[in-house]
């Protein structure tokens, strides 16, 4: 849809702006961002963020939820999750870098003087669009909008047409609305928000880009893993995003073992799961594992 | 299914009444409807309701809720939209003339003298059914149950079948609760609802008939044009359809040129959203939008 | 998913238990569970649950659920519906009899007791996996995790998985909440729960096995028959079974002919609904419902 | 508070209304109320409503809640109590008769229309001061403002003040909510609302004064004897009042007998209550019930 | 108020029972609890509970909600805690033994079977006066109606008049509701409820007495202490009470040192708590701490 | 009480911490925070907020809430108001000026390095209490913890005692919870919580001390005046202080005159309320505005 307030006439403009304009209120200098996410192994974005490379990110689509949540749970991360989301395509998994946006409530006080910092600075106004302009390939926009239903929606169809370009279809989520279900619904990319709203995005002010941000009882730090599934979404710091998918292939094969197992319909459930109570079939199993992950690895290699 | 309280013997009928009967505590006569609707520039049908014509309800059938919600907008009626409803079938746009229906908690004092002035008119007592005979081609039915789960299903799926038959596809909207979720989904006309169960309507009184009625926060009227999409149900004041729908084509052309110029990739989302920056950006837009409008009024005509 | 806490490496198996052990609290013996469900007219299961014939439980698959209502409705039965469930396959009929597992919240003093008196038995300690390790064709697992959330997921999807080979699709039902969603999802068993969170299944202790347990508003003894659908679930007592599949012959013809005279297009709702008004039509519906009876029973002798 | 969008300078008076303006959508003519309310054996204000007469508001001060939930139960009224009230004086009881008004939310083509109808008959608008200027002493004020919280105030202190004389602490029972909550606290009159808001009414058109009006699940007639306590607010038809004040001292001296038992501390609850099983000790409090029944009568007939 | 359907005449008495009377599903014999609760140190009831002592409950109410938490934190008794309840007497501590009492929804075919069980044993039906005659003085009424609001009332005032007389003032800790709420306000006896209600308990069946029960996420055995204060209740296990009466002494001086310096305006929060950081102030609270504790002790014992 | 996990021995301190130690994310320089609130027209506070003079928080004190509103109202400042808090002493009005702190949800690798730069930096982990050390008189603590009922309470009694010394009564906010309720109504200073809850605060990050905060639909700047009374919390730019304190004065004679007018009992509230319609109503209201602010602002002086 055409902006919340848009007006047009065949013989010119008249343009109410789509969103809310406002600058940033909480800056999150690059060293800052490096020095907080120093324990990424990784290389750099331009814009400072840790990038999970690329090849990561497939092998990431082949994760199940519980494989991520195995890996933070035994590093004791337990405050990554967030769920409560309608989810735009069920079955289809979300996994990209965070992107993050805060907004916050609006004050005229408070929006005049980030307007004229960033006058003084030679900078154009921040608005939704300025982060969303910002995006790159393989990322996940994050956003808090605290819950805001009615005025917090961070996209229509349009931009969320968008986002699918500028990420490559790497997903949204929002801690508040979005506008045009029925548009977004027809769009290939991954959504998390908790409403669908008429309402264009208003009344707040856009606080900071690429800062940390809550979403739920999560602190999201830019270029986390975001992982998304049917039930809800985790943030991955990315020192754990190489051993989570080396383990994920293990319980890959534990899990496809265990389900052979049971279709042979000899044995009682715990016999089998969570692993095997019989030396033999333990001998069995070790030795399945051993070689489906050779073969794991070595189509892998292939690839 | 076969009503609350039916019971049938193969010999011979014993019915108890699938729905509450009752007798109409408000009525709004036919004049004051006409006069409470006198801005519709169209025909009225018999019950003096106002006719938005069959072809621009097949028009609407087109529209995007947010096309709907921009003329509301922008005619500043702002309370014409309900949501929090269970929608039957997602992805199924739901377009009709508002058939209003009112209950109220039951109180047999009420009733009583309700009835007896039905009986000193020679009329039948009001039940569910009068109301529900009523509806024609074009309708959607819109019940206002207060919000009631437990005995405030509207219908079971016989009665959503014979809805569907009556107004040929039209659709439900109910503020209270629907029976037979199974068997209603498998019928193909939109339905609203606040909750599926399996209690029959009971402990209500009918208490009008297209008269105003409250749907969440919005006064509906008879007559009004319902639209209804994932999100939510929009009632729309016949006065505004034919400039809604006018408008809608130059947004769609506005939205289809702008993910066009999404998908050359050369544009920050800004650059084109919501209106062209550059002077020759806006140009091409001009061009393109006439040619379009064109296109598409030719388009109509010939059908 | 392997287990919430499982860990396997390729040379041996360190193994922390998937579930929560725990010994029995609440026992029921055998004679009681016999005498509390004497009006079964049915066999008795091993474990002395009434056994609903298989052959009924694949007629009550096609039975929708208000025949399932109208049934325990007329025997004044008002609390054995219990809704608010997700649903994993909505249009997937679910139909078996009910195993019940309670669980109440953990306190060391009293599991060790259990335990205790388990081991002076010589029996093995009570966990999530004993009862399910316990399931038989044609079951569906009932669980009372008192609305628990976190630590409150009876299985994941192997031991889903398992759940479906044991009892041949039979089903799930929990008070409380499932991991894997994801995964849950390719498996072809209905499930209803509460929600679904990664956490595996902790902090509670297993009080019992086939005792009565409350779901929702509902006292379920072991061997009721379960149903659910789109809506929700309904728990039949043995002794309804039988008359309740009778009379939904019944109920079908009854809504077959009802749409068959909508279709026509001739009638209001109120002439044809719930029963014929005409004495006429009544006699074509008494005929129609004749024919149609000893047709499906003809159908069904044959099978 | 001196009216949500009030302007007042020195030298004249600047003034945007403290309350919406409207006229009446649904209207219910006096003879229409006298008829729906011809049960009542009492004489008629002048605007027609049932004069619960002012001696019994009187005794009815002295009633519990449950005496009057006996009695509508009795008569199988069972659908006149409404709770989930914020309840400002918790100890004080409510009990007046029942002026109603009803809102509804605001469309403007209906409002024209209504304020088009009123000029033509020399009317003035209607706002919620005009319902309120209407109320006489022993009123309760009955409000459906839909349960309507920001823009849903009925009155701040001043009006609920301008109530409490109108009424001479008569009461309000508001589906909405009131402003300035500390300045209600401080004025001795019954007040049953949903919410407290700093907002102003607005928003909102009135479409009825002394209509009946659902509060709740209760149809409120006007006339209604409106009774309150700490759990929330009776809605009694004014045919059962006479009946209802009498059981009432049987059920008095039924309590007083009972706890007087119980404090002689020789019984088990079950043998006093709910009724004495010793034949000596019926025939004990036979008596006592009689002495004391006509004690207080002769008390009454006294003052 | 006379219960529920209470219908009393002059000339003699027409009684319906003010409750449900039922028989009791689950058992749990006087040697099972007296196993379950072996870790008691204390003597037994009659009834085979624990019976800590009179005046440890008596030391019990100069508790404070914080001393009973941090013991049973300690002891990683995390379970025993329960809010959410309305409050009838804030500021009014409630402590003593746990008397439990179980309901379930009713179903006739097992009520019928349990009351036929009693009949044959000579017993009277069980009903919830059954229960409440059982009460002795230190108890607290514990039931467990799984959170019914309609129906779901244990007591009205003449009861809980009753109960307060039994058991000296006792409790009542309802996970469901009562009836009367103005009634209890003039009751001196501390009370934990869902919901205030009009309606009798009805449509339920009394499953246990002195079993286990689940009052939200605690598993209640009988016997436990029970401590309420504004914000919830904990169930103490009898054999820790000693150990945290013990240990409250130590906190209650620890605070009143605390205040003490902070009264003197010297010292910044974290320079004394939660301990002083100075070695000079280390000690003089360990001289003040061994001084006040020998006085309390002393005051103690001189009682 | 002494500290989530406070140990104490005789003979020597083990001491685990009160709170959650850390070290802050967001950083709001001074000179930031002086630019930011630019249109304060008052003295600062050595750590930069604004400082409204004393004389006008005394002043405060005298106003409603409403006459806080209707200043922000006009300078269309709609989103200062956050409600929905339980409110620890109804009917003690707070005033003071915002002392604002930040929590986010904990995760390690984060802290870890704020930790780290604290140490550089010579600095000591920051600290619930770091930041309760800072505080000021007349300051009121306000405190995002982001609704976090478990694990997210902010002071228990020893705290909330030393914070009313430290602010000589100022008072508290959180958006999260407070321990110990009942000690904390023995204490007289005003306090907004969403929740009590026994645990101490634990799993959260202090994130930042006068930055800017979110507290419900509110964007909180250290420095604002804070407002509660019964319905919730106003936070007030310092730059429409003076103003706000001056039109309430007017409002207060306002109100004053129509209570007077009322209380003849000649006029119907229209007729006074929200202004006196008859020109010599307005006469005599002009007049006695005037006398009576001269009065005020005579006696104001002469304090």
Redesign the interface.
Known sequence: ????????I??G?I?V??GCLQAQ??T?PKQELV?????SPFDRLPDGRPKVPDSMIERARGL????V??TL??K??N???A?GFQVLH??K?MVGRAFTVQF???????ED??EA?AKERGLPRL?N??A??MLRPGDVLVVDL?G?KVDGTIV????F??VM??THGGGLVVDGSI?????L?EIDMPGYFRY????PIG?V?L?GIN??V?IG???V?PGDLVFG????VYFV?P?FVKEMLDRAD??HV??EW??KK??E?KY???EI???PKDPKL?EEY?EY??KRLEEIRKQRDEQ
């Open positions: 849809m055409a902006g919340g307030r848009f007006v047009t065949l013989g403009f343009t702006a789509a209120l909480f999150f020095d907080y996410t120093a324990k199940s939820a519980e494989e949540w195995a749970h035994e004791e991360f405050n990554q999750y769920d069920p079955g998994t916050m409530p609006r004050r005229d006080d408070v003087v980030a910092k608005m669009q300025t969303i302009d605290f805001k229509g169809d349009n931009l047409y968008y370009k500028a506008r045009d279900l029925d548009g619904s669908a709203d008429p309402t009344n002010m606080t800062v940390p809550r009882g999560v602190t730090m599934d049917r039930e809800g710091p020192q293990e319980i534990h899990d265990t389900k049971f279709d319909g009682k459930s715990s799961y969570s692993s333990q070790r594992l051993k």
